[in-house]
């Protein structure tokens, strides 16, 4: 995939997938935990949310701030004293969008075994402006074999979340039109 077929425009600059992929990493606390003992998904959400937040601004060269969050699953419980890794990077981008998608692993402290996913999540972000407007970022250019992958998937999600907030918003329309008050 070459730069020319990620962008029409020759004049939009463009930035390898690795000049932004970031971890970040968080040693887990009794803070940290729910009524369960093990940590909170929210506190998980936090990390993803900041990393990929990290991510979008460094890819944008700005401000860039969170639009949604798609599929954020938990595989496996995190515990207090696991050290956590969220791994980030981007997928796709649009013109001032883009789609980061976050891997959490988490190494544990008791045990000698290799670090286990515990978690992913797809995130949408929009770069801003001062005045908080939408503002152009550069597109993305996939390295790998598996950067392409990731780009071409994030793609679908695109397309199925537009699908989605259109059917709704249709749905909505149909409703307040019978005079239906939700």
Known sequence: MTDQALSAD???????????RTTLSHIMTAHDTNLLGTVHGGVIMKLVDDAAGAVAGRHSGGPAVTA?????????????GDLVHVKAQV???????????????????????PATQ????????????A??????????APESERDKRRYQEA???RTHRLARRRAIKELREKRAAEGIDD
């Open 10 to 20: 020759p004049t939009v600059p463009t930035k390898p997938t690795s000049a932004s």
């Open 68 to 80: 949604s969050m798609d599929e954020m699953v938990f595989l496996e419980p995190v515990r207090v």
């Open 91 to 113: 997928n796709w981008t649009g013109r001032s969008s883009m789609e980061i998608g976050v891997r959490v692993v988490a190494e544990r402290w008791n045990e000698s075994t």
């Open 118 to 129: 515990v978690g992913s999540a797809y995130l949408v972000f929009t770069a801003v402006d």
């Open 131 to 140: 005045d908080g407007k939408p503002r152009p970022v550069p597109q993305v």
């Open 155 to 157: 793609q679908i999600r």
